[in-house]
């Protein structure tokens, strides 16, 4: 349901319910915490189009409001016991040629065996590879199936991704993507061209989308198994799906990392570590207010689409300690990212996507 186990001392009653097309999240008995919309989809201009789901069209839709989020992040914030400021590797630099030295060259790229050879210093130059792989892993667990605020997760998930993708593409990078859940898991890999953007919109939508299927077989290639996803651990399929992260990248690659990360142990961690070595790492954390703060004191209905539960949060030190594990998970996400120099930011359900992103990651 939420990001963190809800306190046991707070549940108040559990019953079964008949499955619903989508998480009610947490409603008061004013209804003061109403959830999103419980409605299907029915295209893209359906009224639930981006909240609890999101259609290709409205993905696409994103293109040109993209290009004021340019990929040209230049400083990030990544402190031990004090800041300093790592710019991102950016594209390759790949050899050009050898000149005569100029005034102004950086010393460190004189050619001392030409130097040697022809008794005059020289200078290589270098120039910026045309395009950078730029891979985005999203999360589409049932976890991330959920909001009480703005949208769902996923929906906020898929439209950063897209929005990420639209921006890699105006720069002409190759784009890819890494997408996965409980039971299932695509790889597209790095490609040129307005096709490889529309070819990951369209796995985003479909997955996006599939919690509202009542029919197996309807989302081709996305079918679950009979098997209850959450028998699998979570932090084992944080991990895999990482592993085949590290396995499709190449070095020098951007990685957008989408997610509540929910599962992230220190197995995950190693493989974060590896992938910071030769790439560029953003992680990009998506919350929503429940998960951070319990409502204010009352009884509140939650349901998972498959049971649903109520929860008496008039206990203090209850709510104290929800709020608590939120605040040291955080804590660790962001401690772990300036120790690896990778960059971190979160996002909130709530929150106005594009004024996050441009407040947040695109630092110019």
Same mark, same amino acid.
Request: proline share 4%; aromatic share 8%.
């Given at each position: ?151 769902? @997760? &996923? ?7 897209? !929005?990420?993708?639209? #921006?890699?593409? %105006?720069? =002409? /990078? +190759? ?18 061209? @307005? &096709? ?7 796995? !985003?939508?479909?997955? #996006?989308?599939? %919690?509202? =299927? /009542? +029919?197996?077989g309807q989302v081709a ?23 085949? !992260?590290?396995?499709? #990248?190449?070095?020098?690659s951007l990685l957008l ?37 319990l409502p204010p004191a ?67």
């Open positions: 349901m939420g990001f963190f186990s809800i306190p046991r001392s707070i549940f108040r009653s559990s019953q079964s319910s008949a499955p619903r097309s989508s998480v009610e999240g947490a409603k008061t008995r004013e209804n003061a915490h109403a959830a999103p919309p419980n409605n299907t989809v029915g295209g893209s201009g359906h009224a639930a189009d981006g909240v609890i789901s999101v259609s290709a069209e409205h993905l696409i839709g994103l293109r040109h409001v993209a290009e004021s989020l340019p990929l040209k992040i230049t400083k990030v914030r990544a402190l031990q016991s004090g800041q300093y400021y790592s710019p991102f590797r950016g594209r390759g630099m790949e050899f050009d040629e050898v000149r005569l030295y100029q005034p102004g060259d950086d010393v460190r790229s004189l050619d001392w065996r030409v130097t040697a050879r022809r008794g005059e210093p020289h200078t290589k130059l270098f120039r910026e590879e045309r395009e950078r792989a730029v891979l985005v892993w999203v999360d589409f667990r049932l976890p991330m199936f959920f909001a009480t605020r703005g949208a769902f @997760k &996923s929906v906020i998930a898929a439209k950063a991704a897209a !929005l990420l993708a639209w #921006s890699a593409h %105006h720069q =002409r /990078d +190759r784009i890819g993507g890494l997408l996965f859940s409980e039971n299932y898991h695509q790889e597209l890999r790095p490609k040129n061209g @307005k &096709s490889a953007v529309l070819h990951l919109l369209q796995s !985003l939508a479909t997955l #996006s989308q599939f %919690h509202l =299927r /009542d +029919r197996p290639s996305v079918s679950p198994s009979s098997n209850d996803p959450f028998s699998r651990n979570q932090s084992e399929v944080c991990y895999q799906a990482l592993a085949r !992260l590290r396995r499709v #990248s190449k070095p020098g990392l989408i997610s509540d990360f929910r599962g992230i142990d220190e197995q995950s961690e190693s493989l974060l570590t590896q992938l910071s070595r030769h790439n560029d790492v953003v992680m990009l954390s998506v919350h929503d207010p429940l998960e951070k703060t009352g009884v509140y209905r939650l349901t998972d689409q498959q049971k649903s539960l109520a929860i008496d949060t008039s206990d203090r030190y209850a709510r104290q300690q929800y709020q608590t594990r939120f605040d040291q998970h955080m804590e660790y996400l962001k401690d772990m990212c300036k120790r690896h120099r990778m960059h971190f930011t979160s996002l909130s359900t709530e929150e106005n996507l594009i004024d996050a992103l441009q407040r947040k990651i695109f630092i110019k």
